[in-house]
């Protein structure tokens, strides 16, 4: 992202040059070397995938707890909350279609960011819910809401810090419910909206396909850069190297 030189509350100086950061965390992370380098450079470089690596592996460390803790909310949800709860919330269109439909798109953003069903079992819980009567245009402001489940505002904070991060969560919630709206009369003007009966939710199944050999080959890739990251002995011959070709 961009940040006005004027405003930035955060800086640092190497080499003669004044970086700009939009947060603590921001300028906690950034490394001067990696940041004078070309992407080509990096990429061809085992140091540079090293770095890729240790980056990831931050980024999970911040973030898996909250996941763990979302997955379990989500499993109890489904496991202990019959569908029938959530529908006969939906039903009826009691104060006609528009503010009933913008009513329900609220709520479905409120039940996406509470229930943090992930990015992955959001389509299929969408599925069910269009199914058992939720307008088509809130289940898309359910799906979207995924981009604010707690998880994600908690690393928002964390990258942003907290004013800005509920600035930011709180237009992506103002924005999936105004698209959700949206689309929902865009689509009911062309005769664009399935009906209900035509949803089916796909049994889960192993098969060997292009999704079975990518999923291994994204298995791979993750093992090697955790190898990467773990490997302290590829940092330390990259400095060495640096160190060297200083001196001379």
């Not at 990831?56 to 460390?61: A, T």
């Not at 911040?62 to 496991?79: H, K, R």
């Not at 019959?82 to 609220?106: I, R």
């Not at 924005?175 to 909206?193: C, D, E, N, P």
Request: aromatic residues 16%; charged residues 15%.
């Amino acid at each position: 992202m961009e940040v006005n030189p004027d405003e930035a509350d955060y800086t640092t100086e190497h080499d003669g040059q004044t970086y700009y950061f939009c947060s603590q965390s921001c300028k906690e992370s950034f490394d001067p070397e990696e940041a004078n380098t070309t992407i080509r450079e990096q990429a061809t470089s085992l140091s540079g995938w090293k770095a890729l690596a240790d980056k990831q592996w931050k980024e999970w460390g911040m973030l898996w707890d909250e996941i763990a803790i979302g997955f379990i909310f989500a499993g109890l949800i489904a496991g202990f909350i019959p569908e029938q709860v959530w529908t006969s919330v939906f039903s009826g269109a009691t104060f006609g279609l528009p503010v009933y439909v913008f009513w329900t798109a609220v709520l479905g953003a409120v039940i996406g960011v509470a229930t943090f069903v992930c990015s992955v079992g959001n389509v299929p819980f969408a599925a069910v819910l269009f199914s058992n009567g939720l307008p088509f245009g809130s289940v898309l402001s359910y799906i979207y809401a995924d981009l604010i489940v707690p998880p994600i505002m908690e690393a928002y904070r964390e990258y942003y810090e907290t004013k800005f991060a509920a600035i930011l969560s709180g237009m992506i919630f103002v924005s999936a419910v105004l698209t959700g709206f949206v689309i929902h009369f865009l689509f009911l003007g062309v005769g664009g909206i399935p009906p209900a009966s035509s949803v089916q939710i796909a049994e889960v199944k192993i098969e060997m396909n292009y999704k079975m050999v990518l999923n291994v080959l994204a298995t791979v890739f993750f093992l090697f850069l955790y190898w990467l990251h773990r490997s302290e002995s590829i940092g330390d011959e990259s400095s060495h190297d640096e160190h060297t070709h200083t001196v001379n």
